[in-house]
């Protein structure tokens, strides 16, 4: 019986009591099969010797096994001879029982398993011996080993058998399932214990199938998926559809299109609408084209726009009929006529006395496809408007440079033998040469010679005169070019002593006036240092390095400075009679409160809006200590590009904190909203009153710390004004003019190196977080750096990496906020510098036309070529990035050549697989440089 009381049936043998037993049983004859290593699993029950009485030497524990390999069976009449049998093993139990058990009926049942082989025949036997145990066989398990049928990254492995040798695994490549293909080849390992081992490659979904429990289905209509890889099929684009399963690229809507470049994961899009508000600006010299943008962009961002003329000269004979022609080919175009970025062309060499008809035309990349109208803005220009027009031929002859000095040159000219009428004078009019006649100056003379003066040494000018009658201006004379005087090397020096002396003798008499001024007012300090401390940390204002006097601009005294801060809060700040506040409702929260915008009302005053900092309630003394801290700093302030205090309210709760208010909000924010809604002359007038905010700070002695676009607010007329001074501290009278910091947190992606490495910080640093600012403003609030990390930030920029121009940027601009970012703070620009760049950029705006996007502004020839690193691969430029872990991402979507890549956009990053946003960033940034640097190839003649 077994262990549940059913009765089973065995082979037993007890014949313990007779020495010399050798008794057999035999199996019948096994087929191998595919079997090379065979197992056979034996249970049993043996008895305990010592359990059975009067039995000595004879009775045995074990027993033995053995086997026979054939081909065919045996016949019937075969005599067995055990000598033909091969052992395999002496089989022993762990567990015998005993008389007792017995009894009981308490069945212990060994099971063993052994290893038969190599079997190489078509079959075989096993045999049993028994030498005199007391044993009965239960069961016998005959088996080999498999490796079982499977799916694996989408291919199919058959069952395997393993190796005769253990110790080898048994290769086998497997077979994509169906709609799949090889991305490389699917390989399995089958085991000795029938375990699959080691998977290599794989299969991927072919186009227009995804994979779906380890299978790939078709895309279901409404999707689609036009690339082989293991990612789920997409969502057809706006203005597209699929009507089939297994879509592999979604058909456009009927009027809109995409482009031959265009991804097919990039929704369809049509041709912009026209221009708006053309309009056209002329003077003597050029004529100024400009317009805004289409108001429906088709959906692209590759917008550009060409420029096309006819001049129109009068009636052909038949009254009321204008005869027009196109334009003749000498007129210039400043950039260029087609394939404009900007908003504004330049216009020279025009005839006067003519109509012009210009056609500015908008065109995105799918402006040349399907039925769409051409979207054309049309003026008409007359140039008679040109300055006054000339009256006749010109009355000059050859004009004739007399000398030339560094900074003058004399010319003089023939005058016509028999002018028509008396001239009155001559206008000489000039130009710097590069200057392409957009701006020029002019000077009049009654006499046919002049000496021009004011001008640069070295460059060449170019000269036209025209002479006045009674009858109004001629035309101007032919162009004559002619350049002045070299500098000379040995003056300049004896200059450059000058000014050194000069300097050296004014500053050894500033130094004692200031020695005696303070023995002075030493003695008065004494009096009032009680009072209050900070009058001993009157700052020398500092400016590159260089220590400059005081000149009765107001300085910044510290806070922290007075042993009674409430001090600095009644000295700088005025109590307000909460009476007079209106709070109308919140509008945010604060490090110590909630943030309320509402009404001032002073008697005697008119009203006005303010925000107010609220101090929650429970606060410490610490805290409200923190919280007017503010409030004494802005106090000492008084600028229209600083945020005004109004005033403060410490005598009742809740303690605030009273404001203007800003109705636009943050810059950051207020950019976000407003994305391409302003010219470059509109943000370049924003960076402007920020520069006047900071040049005043930076004149008080003050660094604000934490200058960035959230901590400047906008009010209704875009006046930007610098807020936020929680983290600020003053310029300490130490040779570096730096503040090192005792800790807090550093806004790492505004804040200069030097402030991150040694907490030090300087109207240097504020120069470099005013560049970051200028990045925030021109590209509408994006953020810095994007998504990286600050330690990747951190390593980037001391690698030398700067951020790149937003799209639409200047070059000047673009080239100023490097000028912030240079690694050593000497070789900052201060914030008067900024300041006085940025107007002259605003006085001459046509310096803001050329973009960094432009190609316009790429060199000519290689060996203008920025140094950019050439790769070879694929695998090579993303080791260069680091970011070789996606260059499988890369081959498995068909990417396998830098050209392939050039077109990629941000869409096309995910969609492969990359989905880190810190990545995606910074693949892309290098994708825009290597697309630069094949612009640059391109452009110098070259193949890429």
């Known amino acids: 019986m077994d262990e549940q009381n059913r009765p089973i049936h065995t082979f037993q043998v007890c014949h313990v009591m007779e020495p010399n037993q050798n008794n057999w049983l035999r199996s019948g004859w096994i087929q191998r099969q595919a079997a090379q290593r065979v197992y056979v699993e034996l249970r049993f029950t043996l008895r305990d ?85 007391c044993i009965a066989l239960v069961s016998v398990k005959v088996f080999y080993k498999r490796c079982p049928s499977t799916l694996r990254n989408l291919a199919a492995f058959p069952d395997t058998v393993p190796h005769m040798d253990s110790s080898s695994l048994v290769e086998v490549r497997g077979a994509c399932v169906e709609n799949a293909e090889e991305r490389d080849t699917p390989k399995l390992y089958c085991g000795a214990d029938g375990d699959w081992l080691v998977p290599l490659g794989r299969c991927v979904c072919s186009i227009g199938h995804e994979e779906m429990d380890g299978y790939c289905r078709a895309c279901k209509p409404g999707y689609f998926k036009a690339y082989a890889g293991n990612t789920k099929c997409s969502k057809c684009p706006p203005h597209s559809s699929s009507h089939d399963q297994a879509a592999t690229i979604c058909h456009c809507d009927k009027g809109f299109y995409r482009a031959i470049k265009d991804p097919s994961t990039m929704a369809c899009t049509r041709p912009p609408s026209a221009p708006r508000n053309l309009v056209s600006l002329i003077n003597d010299t050029a004529l100024f084209l400009q317009w805004m943008p289409p108001s429906d962009t088709g959906g692209r961002k590759d917008i550009t726009y060409n420029i096309l003329c006819q001049r129109c000269d009068g009636s052909n004979g038949d009254i009321g009929v204008t005869q027009c022609e196109p334009c003749e080919p000498d007129l210039r175009f400043i950039p260029r006529p087609l394939g404009l970025t900007s908003t504004s062309v330049a216009i020279l060499d025009f005839a006067m006395h003519a109509d012009y008809t210009f056609h500015v035309e908008a065109v995105n990349g799918v402006s040349g496809l399907g039925r769409a109208a051409r979207s054309l803005a049309n003026v008409t220009v007359n140039t008679h408007q040109a300055g006054d027009a000339p009256s006749g031929p010109a009355l000059v002859g050859v004009v004739r440079k007399d000398w030339a000095s560094q900074n003058s040159i004399a010319l003089s000219w023939a005058e016509v033998e028999q002018p028509p009428s008396d001239i009155v004078d001559y206008e000489v009019k000039y130009y ?57 090397p040995d003056i300049a020096d004896q200059g450059q002593v000058l000014v050194v002396v000069t300097a050296s003798v004014g500053g050894f008499s500033l130094l004692v006036i200031l ?63 909460p009476s007079y506040i209106c709070i109308e409702r919140v509008i945010g929260a604060g490090e110590f409160g909630e943030v309320c915008c509402g009404r001032l009302r002073i008697p005697g005053r008119m009203d006005i809006a303010v925000a107010i900092k609220t101090l929650k309630g429970g606060y410490m003394d ?62 370049v007038g924003m960076l402007r009153g920020i520069a006047v905010g900071m040049t005043y700070l930076s004149d008080m002695g003050y660094v604000h710390r934490d200058l960035a676009a959230r901590n400047i607010l906008v009010d209704e007329n875009l006046v930007c004004k610098v807020s936020d001074f929680g983290m600020s501290r003053v310029l300490e009278d130490d040779t570096e003019a730096a503040y090192t910091a005792t800790g807090g947190k550093i806004p790492i992606r505004w804040t200069a190196p030097e402030s991150i490495a040694y907490g ?133 979507a068909g990417y396998t050549t830098l050209d392939s890549i050039s077109t990629m956009s941000i869409d096309d990053i995910r969609r492969i697989g990359v989905c880190l946003i810190g990545h995606q960033r910074r693949i892309i940034s290098s994708i825009q440089s290597l697309r630069l640097q094949f612009h640059h190839i391109q452009q110098s003649g070259f193949q890429v």
């Open 760 to 892: 030090k910080f300087s109207s240097a640093s504020d120069i470099w977080s005013y560049g970051i600012v200028m990045w925030e403003v021109m590209s509408y609030g994006e953020r810095p750096y994007w998504e990286m990390s600050n330690q990747d930030v951190i390593l980037s920029i001391e690698e030398g990496y700067r951020l790149p121009a937003p799209m639409g940027c200047p070059v000047t601009l673009h080239q100023l906020m490097l000028h912030c970012w240079q690694k050593e703070p000497g070789q900052r620009p201060c914030f008067d510098d900024v300041l006085s760049f940025l107007d002259k950029l605003i006085i001459n705006p046509s310096s803001l036309l050329t973009l960094v996007n432009d190609a316009q502004s790429f060199p000519d020839s290689p060996e203008d070529m920025p140094d950019y690193p050439l790769f070879i691969s694929i695998g090579d430029w993303l080791d260069s990035i680091k970011m070789s872990q996606y260059k499988n991402n890369f081959l498995a």
């Open 432 to 488: 710097e040469k590069e200057q392409e006649q957009l701006s020029y100056s002019s000077t009049r003379t009654k006499n046919p010679s002049v000496v021009v003066t004011g001008l640069r040494p070295s460059t060449v000018y170019v000269f036209h005169v025209r002479a006045r009658t009674a009858a109004g201006y001629t035309a101007y004379s032919p162009s004559f070019q002619f350049a002045t005087a070299a500098e000379d």
């Open 49 to 133: 010797c010592n359990s059975i009485p009067w039995v000595s030497g004879t009775c045995k524990e074990t027993f033995n096994l053995f086997y026979l390999q054939t081909d065919e069976p045996l016949p019937a009449a075969t005599r067995f001879r055990p000598t033909d049998y091969a052992k395999v093993d002496t089989i022993a139990a762990d567990e015998s029982f005993t008389q007792t058990d017995l009894g009981d009926r308490v069945l212990r049942l060994n099971t063993e398993v052994r290893e038969v082989g190599p079997v190489t025949q078509k079959g075989f036997y096993l045999a049993f011996q028994d030498v005199g145990a």
């Open 515 to 577: 020695t005696l001024f303070l023995l002075i007012t030493g003695r008065c300090q004494g009096y009032i240092k009680a009072r209050m401390k900070s009058e001993e940390k009157r700052r020398t204002r500092f400016r590159s390095g260089h220590a400059i006097p005081f000149s009765g601009i107001k300085t910044y005294v510290d806070p922290d400075t007075y042993e009674d801060p409430t001090q600095a809060v009644e000295e700088f700040a005025k109590e307000i009679d």
């Open 622 to 683: 610490q805290q409200r200590r923190e919280f007017l801290r503010e409030a004494s700093i802005m106090g000492q302030f008084n600028n229209p590009n600083i945020i005004r205090l109004e005033g403060v309210v410490t005598k009742s709760r809740p303690v605030m904190i009273v404001v203007e208010y800003m109705e636009n909000g943050a810059l950051d924010s207020f950019l976000r909203t407003r994305d391409g809604q302003f010219t470059v002359l509109q943000l």
